[in-house]
C-alpha cells in the first residue's frame, strides 16, 4: 500500500486541515506527530527509502528505538499540508539506540522533519511509558486565545487548571489532570522538550507562554478535541475577564460532585 493510502496518513492529513480552519497554524506554525502502529508500518513499508541519511535527534530516547513518526516539516505550512503531503510530511525512523532519525517517505523537495522533533519524541516517550502505549500524537498549535491569557494569567499549573475548569463544566471532565505550564523559552531545543515532557508526565496539556499550546492525545480526534476543548475555554475566560472578571464560580465541592458523577479523578491540588 501507499502512504497516503492508508488511514493513519489521511487521518494526518485531515486533522492538519481541521486544526488550520481553526485559525492555529499562521504561515508554518505548529507542528503534529503520530507513532504509526507496528502493522501500519508493515502495510506502507514498501513505499519506504532506505537511502536518506541518519541524522542526530539530539536526545537519547532509548524508549523509541525502532519506532516510526508521520511528522511535519519543518518551515511548512499546515495549510498545504493535505494538498501537497509528500512535499509537506515526513516518515521518520528511529535507530536501534534512540539517538538518531532518517527519514524514509515525504518531504520530497528538501527539508527537515519539524524542529520541535526532540520535543515531540521527548514527549511520546513520556506519554507512551504513562498510558501503556496508548498515547500516539503529540500536536502543537498557537491558539490566540491561550496565548492572550500567558500575558495576563499567572505562569503557574494550579491558576491555570482551575481558571479554565470554571469556564465550561465539562473541562475537568476532558483534562481532569489540569493543565501545565512552562515560561516563555526558545522554542526548538531540547531545553523544552525536557521541560515539557517533564509536565507531560502530570498533564496532557502544556501551555508554552506567549508561544501557544502542546497536548498528547490517544488518536487524532482525542488530541483535537482536547486543544479545541481548551482553546474554547481560554476564550471563554478572555471574555470573563473582558467583562470585569467572575460574579460567581463552580466551587470545588461542585467539582468533586461533578468528578463522582462523571467517573473521572480531579487533581486534588488544583481544588483547595
Ligand atoms: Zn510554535
Known amino acids: 500500500m501507499k502512504v497516503l493510502e492508508s488511514k493513519f496518513a489521511n487521518e494526518f492529513l485531515n486533522m492538519a486541515e ?12 505548529g507542528n503534529m506527530s503520530y507513532r504509526i502502529r507496528p502493522e501500519e508500518v508493515a502495510e506502507v513499508r514498501g513505499d519506504f527509502t532506505d537511502k536518506n541519511p541518519w541524522v542526530e535527534i539530539g536526545a537519547a530516547i532509548p524508549s523509541m528505538a525502532g519506532e516510526f513518526f508521520m511528522v511535519t516539516g519543518s518551515g511548512k505550512f499546515f495549510q498545504n499540508t493535505k494538498s501537497q503531503p509528500e512535499d509537506a510530511t515526513a516518515i521518520v525512523e528511529v535507530d ?5 532519525y532518517r527519514i524514509v ?11 520541535e522533533l526532540p520535543s515531540h519524541l521527548l514527549n511520546h516517550a513520556v506519554k507512551a511509558a504513562a498510558t501503556g502505549g496508548k498515547n500516539r500524537v ?5 491558539p490566540v486565545n491561550v ?18 475548569w470554571d469556564t465550561m463544566t465539562e473541562c475537568p471532565i476532558i483534562f481532569p489532570a489540569g493543565v501545565g505550564v512552562i515560561e516563555w523559552m526558545v522554542p526548538g531545543g531540547r531545553e523544552i522538550g525536557v521541560a515539557s515532557s517533564e509536565k507531560m508526565k502530570t ?14 492525545g490517544e488518536d ?11 482553546d474554547k475555554a481560554a476564550d471563554i475566560l478572555v471574555k ?14 461542585d467539582f468533586r460532585r461533578l468528578a463522582k458523577d462523571f467517573g473521572v479523578t480531579l487533581n486534588e491540588d488544583f481544588l483547595k
Do not use: Q
Open 18 to 29: 481541521r486544526c488550520f480552519s481553526m485559525g492555529w497554524h499562521e504561515r508554518n506554525g
Open 96 to 100: 536501534g539506540a534512540g539517538e538518531n
Open 105 to 115: 517517505w515525504g518531504l520530497v523537495n528538501g527539508g527537515r522533519p519539524t524542529s
Open 138 to 142: 503529540i500536536y502543537h498549535c498557537h
Open 147 to 164: 496565548i492572550a491569557l500567558s500575558y495576563v494569567l499567572p505562569l503557574e499549573d494550579a491558576v491555570w487548571s482551575r481558571e479554565l
Open 203 to 216: 498533564y496532557d496539556v502544556i501551555i508554552w507562554a506567549h508561544h501557544g499550546m502542546f497536548v498528547s
Open 220 to 230: 487524532f480526534d482525542m488530541a483535537f478535541g482536547l486543544a479545541h476543548t481548551v
Open 240 to 253: 470573563i475577564i473582558s467583562m470585569g472578571g467572575r460574579k460567581r464560580s463552580i466551587s470545588s465541592d
